[in-house]
């Protein structure tokens, strides 16, 4: 291929990076493009924490998927080449890793080579480093093929390309490291607040964390969009913010609510829309509908507006499946958790009368992943906040 | 400059773009390096919003900076060439926009020439696209200069080169876009939630907007990295979230509490360090550490734990002045706003006292910045839940 042709291509490869902000398919993608970049039957990828390299990604036309020495950590240490790459930042380019010359500054382990009953002949090491910065990983290119597919080195005109190409995945997987981080943060304060907000009626524990996943699981089953499905695990846990507004006689009373306190309780649902009314963002509009939205039934007869079918919002109606089989399948103070096979009997049966029929519908075919959340959501992480 | 030169220069003006996060210095640097690459004399730079073009940023070496035009409005039409490129996604290379050919299928408005006493010659259009999609603005260079710096046309060479320069561009405007949305909506979600909290004592309307921007002032002024005044930002509104673990009959007393009721409102500092405790993000740390020691005095004499001078984190030292300062000059239900000079005043005799000198000092440096934040946020924006 031309010099010209390389250097449009690694353009190409330059946008598709950081197009992708999911960390995990970044990943791939970077040693992907790498590899065919560069004619490599092999690579893997490692990123750096601390002082050690991390093993992420590992891809071999020749051998079979190897997911096992994914999490496997390396030392900054001239004890291993990938070692070496982190911790000076050089980039490696050897012709056969069997024929190193005398003085090489760093060791070679070819375990891998005998475990699988392979060869390793050209390797090509990268830092994967933003200018003048520290390496946050390294990636490594195995045997280089010519056009015919015969085992070949890595043409040293390829070294700055690549050098030029791992920049730019150092700067792809950072900035979607800072968007993961972000909403991890986003998401933990939403939970922390939320959560403060509904504990002073102490039977929620990890309420909310269940609400959402099952709420996400739901949108996902009947086929949402990735935007809506993310949209409702943000919003979902914010749905009874607006009990802020019931007062402590009633909130907390022990016994049955007066005919007057229920309907003071009922107001929660306008309180919380209007807690989180008028936003500029998505998932505090949705938010917004989902508190207001989540008492009312697919018959038309909840609250607070006794809306019906389809102009109830299709988040509200998830959320008030998701909230009753939450309420239903767990300990209050006031009672024991209902059996399984009771809570879905139940479900099925207000199938067109509490609950759209095509929720309830997506809710038996995930039911498996929503008992998984529920068994993981209730012993493990059990906050005592 | 050869081609390959030329290459290399986009692969680094791409790994550039792609590292900038903000989106204000970003379109600036855009329209730097697009300029630099072509050597165009001039440029501006346009960002869809619906139907219409928005002019935003103007650059232009024989002209002084005018930021009047910033905000100006272009249907996508072919009533103007940046129009037309923005609805056709085509780009545009004219050799003298005064001898536009027969039949061109858009129109020129030489009214900036005009008022500016200006003359435009070459230019070179771009739309900002991401493969495929629709153009999410247009690049718009004006008057090619040669090395000798004389007017010429922009080499058809370039085209294929700035096309792919507008791609990155278009992605890295994108991901920053992105990004700046996330960040206002958790910023928005931290204070509808927090406000929800605190709101049980009806005296907060925007007191938590204050508080988070007092600190942030304060925090500049002390000259701390942008790392530590975004997180005061956003983890100094949660500051009394442990109030939600206060009983209504203690919070909303009307009258004076009793030693015992005032000790148990004091563990408003412990309760709220609990629910923000153990969090893996920066800001809910910090958060933690300030809904913690914000009572806490730089003599000792503060509550819950009596530690004083630096044993008190920053950031507490911070939120504790900006806190009793928005307390003082703010109308409650049981006193009037005291005047501003009076609030000054006690804040002075209270350094070294209830605050820590530095952040005192700070305080006077910055005081016209904070009025101004207290005017804007009392009257305009007063939110009414």
Known sequence: MKYEELLYKLNKIGIALSKERNYEVLLEKILTEARSFTRAEGGSLYIREGQELLFLVSQNDKLPENKGLRGLRIPLSSNSIAGYV????????????????????????????QENNYRTHSMLLVPLQESGDQPIGVLAL?????IAGEATSFDPRYEPLVHSL?????????????HGELKDAYLDTIFRLSRAAECRDMD??????????YSTILAEEMGMSPKFVE?????????????LGVPDSILLKP???TDEEFNEMKNHTIFGAKILSDACSEIITISEEIALTHHERFNGKG??????????????????LADVFDALASKRCYKDAWSIENVVAHIKKESGQHFD??????????????????EEYSIHKAQSI
């Open 142 to 146: 195995i045997n280089a093929k010519n």
């Open 231 to 243: 949209n409702i695990r943000y919003a979902s846990p914010m749905h009874d913010v607006g009990k």
């Open 204 to 213: 929620t524990a990890n309420h909310l964390e269940r609400i959402s996943l």
């Open 357 to 374: 029929p095509k929720v309830v519908e997506a809710f038996e075919n995930c039911l498996e992943r929503i008992l998984k959340v529920r």
């Open 86 to 113: 982190g911790m000076t930042g050089e980039l490696i380019n050897i012709e056969d890793v069997y024929k190193l010359p005398e003085g090489t500054p760093y060791k070679i382990n070819l375990s891998f080579d």
């Open 255 to 257: 016994g049955k609510l």
């Open 166 to 178: 791992a920049s730019q995945a150092a700067v792809a997987l950072r900035n979607a490291q800072l």
């Open 303 to 320: 609250y607070p507006n006794g809306i019906s079918g389809e102009d109830i919002p299709l988040s509200g109606r998830i959320v008030a």
